[in-house]
């Protein structure tokens, strides 16, 4: 298996624009987890789906923010309008009942 | 709620030596799962060992072994004859399976392996 996949891995954009996450699960994998990680707040849950379903999303950060789960093999997160303190490395993960999570490699965003 | 503490923000090691890092959870539940991952400096997350609270044998990978107790809700990490390569951040992480996979993560313990 080629593992969770990412795209971009690295994303570098201006202030208003908007951005979008793409993340491939592993397959057979029937949880995701969208995560955000800076020096200052560590590794915080946005949001994560079982079975394609937002399960709890109290971790997005505010309305800009959104993400979707249209299948089992696709998940996106977008945010709308772009802020400079939005940059962070943003991981997609997913697991299947008791496996563990793995993780995508993160795609590094930056807001200028 | 679930809270998984790591006390120890930074650690050293000589080469080869062993080293034991931290972690205390803090649950109500009596089935769970515990894990161990580790972040190198290229910041890939990498699950290096699992833990089942329903056995009492402690789980082994390789030079990573865990000391799970699970009265005192304690499950330190242990690295035998460390590496250079396992200069990383660890985090500990806790799952009750009875709340649809949600992970808890510590804050973390910055290795360094000294040459």
């Known amino acids: 298996d080629a593992g969770v996949i990412q795209s971009p891995r690295h994303e570098v954009t201006e202030m208003g624009q908007e951005v979008t996450l793409r993340c491939k699960p592993i397959?057979?994998?029937?949880?995701l987890f969208w995560y955000r990680q800076t020096m200052m707040r560590g590794l915080e849950l946005l949001i994560y789906?079982?079975?394609?379903?937002?399960?709890?999303d109290s971790g997005m950060p505010e309305d800009r923010f959104s993400a979707k789960m249209p299948n089992a093999s696709f998940s996106t997160l977008k945010i709308q309008p772009s802020e400079p303190r939005d940059s962070a490395v943003y991981f997609c993960?997913?697991?299947?009942?008791?496996?563990?999570?793995?993780f995508g490699p993160g795609t590094r965003l930056t807001v200028t | 709620a679930q809270t998984v503490t790591q006390s120890q923000p930074e650690m050293s090691v000589q080469e080869a030596e062993t080293v034991t890092l931290s972690c205390t959870y803090d649950?109500?539940?009596?089935?769970?799962?515990l894990f161990w991952y580790k972040q190198p400096p290229s910041r890939q997350m990498i699950l290096v060992i699992r833990?089942?609270?329903?056995?009492?044998q402690n789980a082994t990978e390789n030079r990573f072994s865990v000391n799970f107790q699970k009265a005192a809700k304690s499950f330190s990490l242990k690295i035998s004859d460390s590496q250079l390569g396992d200069t990383a951040m660890y985090f500990c992480?806790?799952?009750?399976?009875?709340?649809?996979?949600?992970?808890?993560f510590g804050t973390g313990t910055s290795l360094t392996v000294i040459p």
């Open positions: 649950t109500s539940e009596s089935n769970y799962y």
């Open positions: 992480a806790f799952m009750n399976p009875n709340t649809g996979n949600q992970f808890y």
């Open positions: 993960a997913s697991s299947s009942y008791s496996s563990g999570q793995y």
């Open positions: 789906f079982n079975n394609n379903v937002p399960i709890d």
């Open positions: 833990q089942e609270a329903y056995k009492q």
């Open positions: 397959s057979g994998h029937n949880s």
